[in-house]
C-alpha cells in the first residue's frame, strides 16, 4: 500500500493510499490539483482521506475507485465514485463531495438557527462528533449464490436520534444509514423512499 500525506492550502490535510494500483507522480499532482478545490470551503484545519484502489470487475469503466472522506466536527462527510482511470474516478469523486459539502454546510446553517432558538446546539455538535469513519476489511472474498461479498465495511455506531441519523445520511449521500436508535437502544435502519420521503426499518425477533 502507498501512503501519501500533503498538506493543500492553507486547510486541507490530505492523506491519499493506493490499493492493488500504483500511486504515480501523475496520480497524485493529480489529485492534489482536483481536491485543492476543497481548501476554499473550509476554515479550519480539516483531514481528508482519499483512498484509490483498482478491482477487478466486469466492467473496465468502472474497475478504478476514488473513495473520499472528510472528518469534521459534526460529522462525516464519505464519496465514492467509479471511473475507467484513477483520473476519471477523482474527478468523479471531487465534484460528489464538493456538493456533499455545500449540503453539510446549508443543512448546519439551518440548523444552528433553529439549535440557538431552542437552545439544542450542543446536543447536536455532541451526538454528531461522535460519528467515526467506517473501518474497512478487504482480507477476505465470499462467494454466494448470486455473485460476491467483496467487502466489508465495520461501523462504530453512536446512539442517534432518528432525525440525526437521516441527517447524517444525506450529509454521505447514501440512500440509507444503520444506526443504534437513542430512544429504544436497538439497531434501526433508516432510508430514503422513492417518494422522497424517509422510512425506518425496526427489527422484531421471530415470534
Known amino acids: 500500500m502507498n501512503i501519501i500525506r500533503v498538506r493543500i492550502g492553507g486547510y ?14 501523475a496520480i497524485r499532482s493529480y489529485a ?11 476554515r479550519d484545519p480539516v483531514p481528508v482521506y482519499l483512498q484509490i484502489r483498482k478491482e477487478q470487475t466486469r466492467k473496465e469503466d468502472e474497475r478504478f475507485i476514488a473513495e473520499v ?4 466536527n459534526r460529522g ?9 482511470s484513477p483520473y476519471t474516478a477523482v474527478d468523479h469523486v471531487s465534484d ?15 440548523k444552528n438557527r433553529r439549535s440557538v432558538e431552542g437552545g439544542l446546539g450542543m446536543a447536536i455538535a ?4 461522535q460519528e467515526s469513519v467506517s473501518e474497512v ?17 465495520r461501523h462504530k455506531m453512536a446512539l442517534e436520534t432518528v432525525e440525526d441519523a437521516a441527517s447524517q445520511m444525506e450529509l454521505l449521500g447514501h440512500s440509507f444509514y444503520v444506526f443504534r436508535n437513542k430512544e429504544t437502544d436497538e439497531i434501526n435502519v433508516v432510508y430514503r423512499r422513492h417518494d422522497e420521503d424517509y422510512g425506518l426499518i425496526v427489527p422484531e425477533e421471530e415470534a
Do not use: C, P, W
Not at 12 to 25: K, Q, R
Not at 69 to 72: G, S, V, Y
Not at 98 to 108: L, P, V, W
Open 12 to 25: 486541507v490535510e490530505l492523506t491519499i493510499t493506493a490499493n492493488n494500483t500504483t500511486l504515480t507522480d
Open 32 to 42: 492534489e490539483k482536483r481536491l485543492s478545490i476543497l481548501d476554499r470551503r473550509f
Open 69 to 72: 472522506t472528510i472528518r469534521l
Open 76 to 84: 462525516v462527510i464519505r464519496g465514492e465514485m467509479r471511473g475507467d
Open 96 to 110: 460528489t463531495v464538493t456538493r456533499q459539502i455545500s449540503r453539510y454546510k446549508n443543512r448546519y446553517s439551518d
Open 126 to 129: 455532541e451526538q454528531l462528533a
Open 137 to 153: 476489511d478487504d482480507s477476505g472474498v465470499t462467494t454466494l449464490e448470486h455473485g460476491q461479498l467483496v467487502r466489508t465495511k
